[in-house]
């Protein structure tokens, strides 16, 4: 199928208990969406490696999709992990970056000091006017967090940023960025994340801040939009700036210390990466099938061929486990479980299926799996990125099994 074909629509994945009107008519809402917008960007743009244009945002943003998860009383439209998940797997069916992008709203950069602004910057991100970026990882510490070594020192109500980030998706177009900066060394007895605090960092969408540049990475999938590494030397952020939490969490204590509200954000975003890999598994899926009936060899559709019908069905039993798998997992989050294993589970068990679905799609695709000219072969480059990012499959293992074991 030429990627001009239209793919067929599925009936809603929503089974009981977490079935409910307001679900399917959300999900179909997301499935049109993406098919009928999403898709024709994606096949135009990602092979040219080039950014989601704003008026793709900006109508997302006038779905209220950025404040999914945002209370009602802040014009978020108040729902939960799981429908934020319900529509990132529809968007990402069409183009990965796109599902992802939701997640630059949601409440990230809204943990101010000072309470009255947090309520005027929930609100904008409510309305996709608060569009952020995330500068944790570094060069030398990516899955180790608590190994960031970019500086912030104290100059009276003003801190001051130097170090290096990398992996920061979004940072140019951004309205702010969120910086992990260590304010102190740990001392004798801490854990090595104690000193560590986010940092507010606003801008100008399209531009770096005095004292920052920036670096595009270039990746081989994931495209939508840039990935940088930054240069931070004397970057200046008020104390106001100084944030009391990552990812949006709005349950985050000012004085617990920034790095201890990561966990629950980071959970999510698991369960986030796992909904976006069965979107781009299913993708996957679904153009092989109809593949399958479209290409003929020796007289006959390859679709009547046992063997390959057989992978078919396997690959759709694996993404049915999958979606099945992060549905549960957000209604545990949902109902205020903490599910630390159950997040690192999923996100290990739907990110290497999505690498295994998209894999056997190219091989059932054959040569013509191996082109330009089919959409299987940007699956295949997405779905190998989510295994990695949000914590390797290596990282969710360790901490599946230090859950189970004495921590080696």
């Known amino acids: 199928m030429s990627k001009s074909d239209r793919v067929e629509s599925r009936p809603p994945e929503l089974q009981s208990p977490w079935r409910t009107e307001a679900r399917v008519a959300l999900?179909?809402?997301?499935?049109?969406?993406?098919?009928?917008?999403?898709?024709?960007?994606?096949?135009?743009?990602d092979p040219q490696k080039a950014e989601m244009?704003?008026?793709?945002?900006?109508?997302?943003?006038?779905?209220?999709?950025?404040?999914?998860?945002i209370p009602a009383e802040h014009g978020g439209l108040g729902l939960g992990v799981f429908e934020y998940c319900l529509v990132s797997e529809e968007l990402a069916r069409a183009w990965l970056s796109v599902g992802s992008i939701l997640a630059r709203g949601q409440g990230l950069g809204t943990q101010t000091l000072d309470p009255e602004r947090r309520r005027g910057l929930l609100e904008?991100?409510?309305k996709g006017q608060w569009i952020g970026g995330i500068a944790l990882s570094e060069p030398a510490a990516g899955s180790d967090l608590a190994g960031v070594q970019t500086r912030a020192v104290?100059?009276?109500?003003?801190w001051v940023l130097s170090g290096m980030k990398r992996w920061a998706g979004f940072?140019?177009?951004?309205?702010?960025i969120e910086v992990l900066a260590r304010t102190r060394d740990p001392q004798p007895g801490e854990p090595?994340?104690?000193?560590?605090?986010?940092?507010?960092?606003?801008?100008?969408?399209?531009?770096?801040?005095?004292?920052m540049t920036g670096r595009v990475i270039d990746k081989i999938g994931y495209h939508g939009f840039l990935t940088f590494e930054l240069d931070l030397d004397g970057v200046r952020v008020p104390e106001s700036d100084r944030l009391t939490g990552l990812y949006g969490d709005q349950g985050a204590d000012a004085d617990s210390g920034g790095f201890a509200s990561v966990q629950r954000g980071l959970n999510i975003a698991r369960v986030h990466t796992a909904a976006r890999a069965v979107g781009v598994a299913r993708a996957a899926l679904e153009d092989t099938q109809a593949y399958l009936q479209e290409r003929e060899q020796f007289g006959h559709p390859i679709g009547d061929f046992q063997a390959l019908r057989f992978a078919l069905a396997d690959m759709a039993a694996d993404v049915a486990q999958a979606r099945a798998f992060w549905q549960q997992v957000a209604h545990l989050l949902d109902a205020g479980e903490p599910a630390e294993s159950e997040s690192a589970m999923v996100k290990l068990v739907c990110t290497e299926m999505a690498v295994r679905v998209t894999n056997q799609?190219?091989?059932?695709?054959?040569?013509?799996g191996y082109t330009t000219e089919r959409r299987v072969e940007r699956y295949w480059r997405d779905a190998r990125l989510t295994t990695i990012f949000e914590g390797t499959s290596e990282i969710q293992r360790r901490i599946i099994s230090d859950r189970m074991l004495p921590k080696a």
């Not at 997301?30 to 135009?44: K, N, Q, S």
């Not at 104290?154 to 003003?158: A, C, I, L, P």
């Not at 090595?192 to 004292?211: D, H, I, N, W």
């Not at 799609?361 to 013509?368: D, E, K, V, Y």
């Open 124 to 126: 904008s991100s409510a």
């Open 53 to 69: 244009p704003r008026s793709l945002i900006d109508r997302m943003a006038a779905k209220g999709w950025f404040g999914i998860t």
């Open 192 to 211: 090595r994340s104690a000193g560590l605090e986010p940092f507010l960092v606003v801008k100008e969408p399209g531009t770096f801040p005095p004292g």
């Open 171 to 176: 940072a140019k177009a951004a309205d702010f």
């Open 361 to 368: 799609a190219m091989q059932l695709h054959g040569g013509n």
């Open 154 to 158: 104290r100059e009276g109500d003003t």
């Open 27 to 45: 999900q179909a809402e997301a499935r049109a969406f993406a098919h009928e917008v999403v898709m024709p960007l994606a096949d135009e743009l």
